[in-house]
């Protein structure tokens, strides 16, 4: 006789584990994901300790044009990499190509993180009450959501950043931005959910012994909406600050003198062929917690998901 705590496929319901031991579960699931999962850690750190970490290189973001040979390039081989310099130092200015990087990734997971978490909360606020009120209201959300899914949001951000008066602040405005145009997709996730659970027993029993739609809401259906925002919230952090990094590479982003990695590779490719590794820094930065995102974020949806045929 078939196990009845089994679903179909043989594999257990998520639900009996907690969430945090899924997500510890979904990390430990492979030495690729766990090194991925220790990988942002550890630039999440670079980025919170990056005051400290440059105090202990012993530079800072002041130009040195005693760093720079006659003609603008970084004195001595690679770049000025050196015991002074661990990156190298920027051409033409003199700073520490380190710092740049290192308070760089302060701005880049600061908006992408910010922008995440604005995303997630209006999706989930909107597609949960689309989907549980339905009526209109969700009629009003789903047009709204494919309008915006359908939008050319990147060309509306350039101008919006190209019209903004120069001392405005940027990273509130990035986090704005970027959150309004990313909610839709979890909304749309969340919605799906929320009307999948509106017909199980548990919720009619709620609404039949006198629950307030504020009650069902809160105590039945948002506890049980937690995995997949969890999904798409992990997932969504990669996209997000690959946005702002483009963002910034195009000039509309962060303006000089905060530092940034898509500000930072945007200069460094006029230095390609004779400072290469003035643009290999905050690339491969980037490149790298970019990947270790969506690997630790597939193998979060992997674990939560079991239907998903990912799971470890």
């Known amino acids: 006789m078939p196990d009845p705590l089994l679903l179909p496929e043989g594999i257990p319901p998520t639900a009996a584990r907690s969430l945090p031991s899924a997500v510890w579960h979904a990390v430990r699931s492979s030495g690729w994901t766990l090194t991925c999962a220790i990988v942002v850690v550890l630039i999440l750190a670079m980025a ?40 190298g130092v920027e051409p033409l200015t003199g700073i520490d190509l380190f710092a740049l990087v290192a308070h760089g990734a302060r701005t880049s997971l600061l908006v992408g993180l910010g922008a995440t978490v604005l995303a997630t909360v209006l999706g989930v606020l909107i597609g949960a009450s689309a989907g549980y009120l339905g009526g209109w209201w969700d009629r009003v959300v789903t047009w709204t959501a494919d309008v915006v899914l359908g939008f050319p949001y990147l060309i509306f951000m350039i101008a919006l950043g190209a019209m903004a008066p120069p001392d405005f602040p940027r990273l509130p405005l990035l986090i704005v931005v970027l959150g309004v145009f990313g909610w839709p997709r979890v909304a749309r996730i969340v919605r799906a959910q929320t009307l999948s659970l509106s017909g199980r027993d548990f919720v009619s029993a709620a609404k039949v012994m ?12 948002l506890p049980n909406l937690w995995a997949p925002v969890i999904v798409v919230a992990s997932l969504s952090i990669p996209s997000m600050i690959g946005s702002e990094a483009a963002l910034s590479f195009l000039g509309v982003g962060v303006l000089p003198p905060t530092p940034s990695w898509g500000r930072t590779i945007s200069a460094a490719i006029d ?34 998901d079991p239907r998903s045929g990912g799971r470890r």
């Open 48 to 87: 919170a300790a990056a005051d400290l970490l440059v105090l202990v290189e012993g530079q800072s973001l002041t130009p040195d044009i005693a760093n720079l040979g006659p003609t603008g390039l970084p004195a001595g081989p690679l770049g000025g990499v050196s015991g002074a310099h661990w990156f």
């Open 210 to 221: 006198g629950g307030g739609p504020w009650h069902v809401f809160t105590r039945e259906l």
């Open 271 to 304: 230095f390609f062929e004779t400072d290469p590794l003035y643009l290999v820094f905050p690339g491969l930065l980037l490149f790298v917690v970019t990947l270790a995102f969506n690997v630790v974020g597939d193998a979060v949806r992997d674990t939560l």
